[in-house]
């Protein structure tokens, strides 16, 4: 039986890191890039991290399955307990390109329609979330010894701290944001936004873009466990039991307030 704690937890930070150093390896030099059929960017920094995750993860967990963004065609569906693996090698490739620093390496553990272990690796800028139920939410710097974490308590009469996607910034949130009143908007890449907002550097996420259920599920579980909410337009979790769609519905992620968010932006 799989057990989800600090020792399951901390094996995946090890993939994680390993996979992230196999990422380094291509962006410290010059490397090609392709496009997918969707339209989006493809490096062999996304393929030679994702051969390191599936490896690893096969070697720790057989058989539970794995459902990467470089091989959802591999992907045959959730074990019988509706548990699997949810995979994205390199979160942020167009931040990868640009050579920001502002991408990730995802994995995540999925439970039925919860994620419920997660860690989120930024290689370039030597920073990983971690957490998982039961055990807490995480952030380490480089080698330092991991502290936890907790989403922050916004107080009346203080500029909402709101993170904003750095290549997917869209039209529509400015409008919505006028419903919030005072702010001040930091641009980020990847999956980071959702854990701005987990470690307190932010009080809220408005995603009204598409992403897919690989860009969030680690980061969601790293909020989640540090008190926070991941949830659609609608008030409810984002879940991953539904398969039969890879795209997310909008979401907002959020610390403690006494806003009503499904209300403000649904």
Request: hydrophobic residues 45%; proline residues 5%.
């Amino acid at each position: 039986m799989l057990m989800i704690d600090d020792r399951l937890l901390q094996a995946v930070v090890a993939i994680a890191r390993e996979a992230g150093a196999a990422i380094m390896s291509v962006y410290t030099r010059d490397f090609s890039i392709e496009e997918k059929s969707d339209k989006s960017p493809l490096t062999e920094a996304d393929l030679a991290a994702h051969a390191v995750i599936t490896r690893r993860l096969a070697a720790l967990t057989p058989g539970v399955p794995i459902l990467s963004e470089e091989a959802v065609e591999d992907f045959s569906g959730p074990d019988a307990a509706g548990r699997y693996w949810l995979v994205d090698p390199l979160d942020g490739t167009k931040e990868f390109i640009k050579r920001n620093g502002e991408f990730t390496v995802n994995i995540a553990l999925i439970e039925g329609a919860r994620s419920v272990l997660g860690v989120v690796f930024a290689p370039a800028l030597g920073v990983t979330y971690a957490a998982a139920a039961g055990v807490g939410a995480f952030k380490q710097e480089g080698d330092a010894a991991p502290v936890p974490i907790r989403v922050a308590e916004h107080k009346d009469g203080t500029p909402w701290r709101v993170v904003g996607s750095r290549s997917h910034a869209g039209d529509t949130l400015p409008g919505l944001l006028q419903k919030l009143g005072a702010h001040e908007l930091v641009s980020m890449g990847s999956s980071l936004k959702l854990c701005l907002v987990a470690d307190g550097s932010a009080d809220v996420y408005p995603r009204l873009g598409p992403t897919s259920l690989w860009d969030t599920a680690a980061a969601q579980c790293v909020a989640e466990q540090a008190g926070g909410g991941v949830i659609k337009l609608t008030g409810e979790p984002l879940a991953y039991d539904d398969l039969s769609a890879i795209l997310n519905p909008y979401f907002i992620v959020h610390g403690n307030s006494a806003v009503n968010w499904s209300a403000l932006f649904g």
